[in-house]
């Protein structure tokens, strides 16, 4: 199993800033994933974060508004970039186990004004 | 496209009865389906995988089946308690990245 940990665990931020979330693993992982939660809804996977490589990122996701860092094998981080109301939702980082099981972390409650 | 549903948003049972959840899939044959249990303001919580040619797995109370003809996994808490009130997801990985269903909300009565 892994124990992960985020910070913060909940913001509200203004309109147009920007908010870095970072997602720590007690252990060292080769697959980092980072979701959103919107109110009401499941969960929709934004990106895949490898170390030493650039982020692969879904349908509807791009770099300039998430990017993600990746510098070491139990660290992450997601930036939201120029906020709107609409990005309010919780953000959540997971990690793979290699037995095809995901731990994730306890989520960052994002809400933008 | 691939899509996963379940089908209720919430279910309501009286404790020490048997809860049952379904989750159906199409455009797609996964290889391996997963049951998260989340919790207000938590992280999803890994609960049970089952693989397509397994046709049911247990773990204590909970029992899952996959059926690749009705293309369909059933969730099943017996002897429910109001401990196992919370949000069920299903999932199915492509390459290790999950696509969740909505979820079912359990509450169980005392």
């Known amino acids: 199993s892994a124990v992960i940990s985020q910070k913060p665990s909940r913001d509200i931020c203004q309109r147009g800033t920007s908010l870095t979330i970072q997602c720590q693993v007690d252990?060292?992982?080769?697959?980092m994933f980072w979701y959103r939660q919107q109110p009401g809804q499941s969960l929709t996977l934004i990106a895949t974060?490898?170390?030493?490589?650039?982020?692969?990122?879904e349908s509807g996701f791009v770099i300039d508004k998430f990017p993600i860092s990746r510098p070491n094998l139990t660290f992450s981080t997601l930036t939201v970039s120029n906020m709107s109301p609409e990005d309010s939702s919780i953000y959540l980082c997971?990690?793979?186990?290699?037995?095809?099981?995901?731990?994730f972390g306890p989520g960052t409650r994002l809400t933008v004004l | 496209s691939q899509k996963i549903e379940q089908n209720s948003e919430a279910l309501n049972i009286q404790e020490g009865k048997t809860a049952t959840l379904t989750c159906n899939y199409t455009?797609?044959?996964?290889?391996?389906l997963q049951w998260y249990r989340q919790d207000p303001g938590r992280g999803p919580v890994f609960l049970l995988l089952?693989?397509?040619?397994?046709k049911e797995k247990r773990k204590e109370r909970l029992k899952v089946t996959f059926d690749t003809t009705l293309k369909q996994s059933l969730f099943h808490i017996t002897a429910s308690q109001p401990a196992d009130s919370a949000t069920y997801l299903c999932?199915?990985?492509?390459?290790?990245?999950?696509?969740f269903g909505a979820g079912t909300t359990v509450t169980v009565r005392a």
């Open positions: 997971s990690v793979e186990s290699g037995d095809n099981e995901q731990f």
């Open positions: 252990s060292q992982v080769t697959m």
């Open positions: 974060a490898n170390q030493g490589s650039e982020a692969t990122y």
């Open positions: 455009n797609y044959s996964p290889a391996y």
């Open positions: 089952i693989r397509e040619n397994e």
């Open positions: 999932a199915s990985a492509n390459d290790y990245k999950l696509s």
